[in-house]
T-cell receptor, first 111, second 114 residues
Framework: EDQVTQSPEALRLQEGESSSLNCSYT??????LFWYRQDPGKGPEFLFT???AGEEKEKERLKATLTKKESFLHITAPKPEDSATYLC????????????FGKGTRLHILP | DADVTQTPRNRITKTGKRIMLECSQT?????MYWYRQDPGLGLRLIYY???????NKGEISDGYSVSRQAQAKFSLSLESAIPNQTALYFC?????????????FGPGTRLLVL
């Protein structure tokens, strides 16, 4: 069964304290892995798409990496405005192109 | 103006009532999706459409139906609302350009079924 698991569920960091969020997945053929940011009461905001193992993408303080089993979202020197829930999703390579979301990691950056 | 809009933004209804949530997009995307989000359960796919004539069930389609009236419009109906359909509902669109798919979400509709 296709599955996406994110860890930790919640993470509190001091401003400037770098860390990583994990997204592990099992899917019968990966078409793409997506990272989103979601602020309370708002729709998810697209961050990155990764397609193949070894691929990396960066945006400001965020860097996403991908292996055959998991993806990491690295946050370097975070600021309070980086506080949000970060969602990971995978798209399976089958007829339906199904997209499956993880439950997210709630990140809180303390000033 | 927002690229993906949802109406209404908030709705309170009673058990047994039929309601419709509407989604419109100005991005010109063929693919549209409906999700619901519940605390602790994440986003779950209800229905999706790859074009006007292609509609597919997601993982939790029971109790819901959809209509793709045009490329830009995708409506979600609750035939007979029940309290466990209380949730935050999101519409999303996506396009595949140069082999890369990017999803864009609307602002959400908060639904309360009494």
């Amino acid at each position: 069964e296709d599955q996406v698991t994110q860890s930790p569920e919640a993470l509190r960091l001091q401003e400037g304290e770098s860390s990583s969020l994990n997204c592990s997945y099992t899917v019968s053929g990966l078409r793409g892995l997506f990272w989103y940011r979601q602020d309370p009461g708002k729709g998810p905001e697209f961050l990155f798409t990764l397609y193949s193992a070894g691929e990396e993408k960066e945006k400001e303080r965020l860097k996403a990496t991908l292996t055959k089993k998991e993806s990491f979202l690295h946050i370097t020197a975070p600021k309070p405005e980086d506080s949000a829930t970060y969602l990971c999703a995978v798209q399976a390579m089958n007829r339906d192109d199904k997209i499956i979301f993880g439950k997210g990691t709630r990140l809180h950056i303390l000033p | 103006d927002a690229d993906v809009t949802q109406t209404p933004r908030n709705r309170i209804t009673k058990t047994g009532k039929r309601i419709m949530l509407e989604c419109s997009q100005t991005k010109g995307h063929d693919r549209m999706y409906w999700y619901r989000q519940d605390p602790g359960l994440g986003l779950r796919l209800i229905y999706y459409s790859f074009d006007v004539k292609d509609i597919n069930k997601g993982e939790i389609s029971d109790g819901y139906s959809v209509s793709r009236q045009a490329q830009a419009k995708f409506s979600l109906s609750l035939e007979s609302a029940i309290p466990n359909q209380t949730a935050l509902y999101f519409c999303a669109t996506s396009d595949i350009g140069l082999g890369q798919e990017t999803q864009y979400f609307g602002p959400g509709t908060r639904l309360l079924v009494l």
